[in-house]
C-alpha cells in the first residue's frame, strides 16, 4: 500500500530563515497532496495542497512543489516567524479498496522558530 | 459556525467496557473518516465513509466501528476497547474525498 515518509522528524530555524520539510510516495496513482498545521494543543488545519496536474502552488510564504516522476514533494516556508512553529504533516490520496480515495499521513515535523 | 464536533474531549475507561466518540458535521460534507494520533506515527486512518451507509476500512481499522446512519454523524464505536487503544482521536470531514479536510476538536482516550 501507500507509503508517506516525511523528513526531517524535527526542523530548528532561526525567525526570518527558510524552512523546507520533505516527503515521498510510494503510489504512482495518487493526485492529491495536502499539508496540515497542527499547533500545539489544537486540531490539524490545512495550510496549503495541491494536484497532480500542477507543480508548484504558492500562497504568500507557504509553497509546495511536486515531483511526480521522483514521487516528492515539498513544502517550503519563507521568512518564518515565531507562529510558524508547529508539527507539520505531508498527505498523498490513495484508493481505498471500497473504490474512493483516501489520505496517507506522513509522521510529521516538528518546526521551531526561534525569535 | 462551520464545524465538526467531537464528543467527549477526554475519557478514561477500563479494559472491555465499551464506548462510543460521537462526531458532527454541519457543513452537508459527504466525506468523514476517522484518525488516530500517536507519536511518531502521524495520523493514521480507522475508517471512512463516503456517504450515508457507505463506509470502509482505513488502515488500522481492528478494534473499531462506525456507522453513518445520517449525513452529520459518523461515531465511532469500541466494543471492547484494550490499553493499545490509548490514544489521540480526531474525526474530520470533507465535501468530497481529495478536498480540504475539518478536523474535529480531538478525544483523548486512555483504556487502563
Known amino acids: 500500500g501507500e507509503n508517506v515518509e516525511q523528513h526531517p522528524s524535527t526542523l530548528s530555524v532561526q525567525e526570518g530563515d527558510s524552512a523546507v520539510i520533505k516527503c515521498t510516495y510510494s503510489?504512482?496513482?495518487?493526485?492529491?497532496f495536502p499539508w496540515y498545521k497542527q499547533e500545539l494543543g489544537k486540531r490539524p488545519q490545512l495550510i496549503i495542497d495541491?494536484?497532480?496536474?500542477?507543480g508548484e502552488k504558492k500562497d504568500q510564504r507557504i509553497a509546495v512543489t511536486l515531483n511526480k516522476t521522483a514521487k516528492h514533494f515539498s513544502l517550503h516556508i519563507t521568512e518564518t516567524q515565531p507562529e510558524d512553529s508547529a508539527v507539520y504533516f505531508c498527505?498523498?490520496?490513495?484508493?481505498?479498496?471500497?473504490?474512493?480515495?483516501?489520505?496517507?499521513f506522513g509522521a510529521g515535523t516538528r518546526l521551531a522558530v526561534h525569535p | 459556525e462551520a464545524q465538526v464536533t467531537q464528543n467527549p474531549r477526554y475519557l478514561i475507561t477500563v479494559t472491555g467496557k465499551k464506548l462510543t466518540v460521537t462526531c458532527s458535521q454541519n457543513?452537508?460534507?459527504?466525506?468523514m473518516s476517522w484518525y488516530r494520533q500517536d507519536p511518531g506515527l502521524g495520523l493514521r486512518q480507522i475508517y471512512y465513509s463516503m456517504n450515508v451507509e457507505v463506509t470502509d476500512k482505513g488502515d488500522v481499522p481492528e478494534g473499531y466501528k462506525v456507522s453513518r446512519k445520517e449525513k452529520r454523524n459518523f461515531p465511532l464505536i469500541l466494543e471492547s476497547p484494550s490499553p493499545n487503544q490509548t490514544s489521540l482521536y480526531f474525526c474530520?470531514?470533507?465535501?468530497?474525498?481529495?478536498?480540504?479536510?475539518?478536523f474535529g476538536q480531538g478525544t483523548r482516550l486512555t483504556v487502563v
Open positions: 498527505a498523498a490520496s490513495r484508493k481505498g479498496s471500497g473504490g474512493y480515495n483516501k489520505l496517507i
Open positions: 457543513m452537508n460534507h459527504e466525506y
Open positions: 495541491i494536484r497532480s496536474n500542477v
Open positions: 474530520a470531514s470533507s465535501l468530497w474525498p481529495n478536498t480540504e479536510a475539518f
Open positions: 503510489d504512482s496513482a495518487s493526485n492529491y
